[in-house]
């Protein structure tokens, strides 16, 4: 699987818009973009995840360049409890395919 | 419906004893698998199945031992646990041709 490059940590004002980005310059054509997060010490959460077009759910919006070397979750209105680590992963979906995990980036949301 | 759910949620050990987590989903899902995550990392992966009577190692498997009877049960074994094993055991499983994964809450190991 791809490596992604994260910064380590974010700020953001509550209501405004964070937007995290990534780096993934080795994906290959068949690797997904996937977001979770990790709130406090609890289990992951799913996201959002896609491959190449820009992708839009309740909880977030990814964007994802041309060359899919990068990509970006955008929290639209950033809550208090959006505050938590945000990893990104990329991998395919044949096999297997496991989710490896990097140290991602702690947003926090100040009031 | 609740999801993966893991037991216990706290435990701690002396250093040398032998301990079972439990992993139970209700969903369903062929694909299951365990983490552990140590203070300021990600989380790593240990070991992982694809349906029952089939396990494989992940990144980091010394010290743990897994088996799949059922496609609703994961336990992972530790043998004879050591300081370096305290650290937080996340669970997780996935349909196989569902994209999402679902964690449990954890169970946070200590070894004296």
């Known amino acids: 699987d791809a490596k992604t490059t994260q910064p380590p940590s974010m700020d953001c004002a509550e209501g405004r818009a964070a937007n995290l980005p990534c780096n993934h310059s080795t994906i290959s054509g068949n690797e997904y973009v996937y977001w979770y997060r990790q709130i406090h010490s609890q289990g992951p959460q799913y996201i959002i995840h896609?491959?190449?077009n820009n992708e839009t759910n309740e909880m977030a919006s990814l964007i994802i360049t041309e060359d899919r070397k990068s990509s970006t979750l955008i929290l639209p209105h950033a809550t208090l409890r959006d505050t938590a680590v945000y990893y990104c992963?990329?991998?395919?979906?044949?096999?297997?395919?496991?989710?490896?995990f990097g140290t991602g980036t702690r947003l926090t949301v100040i009031p | 419906n609740a999801g993966v759910t893991q037991t216990p949620k706290f435990q701690v050990l002396k250093t040398g004893q032998s301990m079972t987590l439990q992993c139970a989903q209700d969903m369903n899902h062929e694909y299951m698998s365990w983490y552990r995550q140590d203070p300021g990392m990600g989380l790593r992966l240990i070991h992982y199945s694809v349906g029952a009577g089939i396990t494989d190692q992940g990144e980091v498997p010394n010290g743990y031992n897994v088996s799949r009877s059922t496609t609703e049960d994961f336990p992972l074994r530790l043998l004879s646990a050591a300081p370096s094993q305290t650290s937080v055991y996340f669970c997780?499983?996935?349909?196989?041709?569902?994209?999402?994964?679902?964690f449990g809450q954890g169970t946070r190991l200590t070894v004296v």
């Open positions: 992963i990329v991998r395919d979906q044949t096999g297997a395919n496991n989710l490896f």
């Open positions: 896609g491959l190449k």
């Open positions: 997780a499983s996935r349909g196989w041709f569902n994209t999402e994964a679902f």
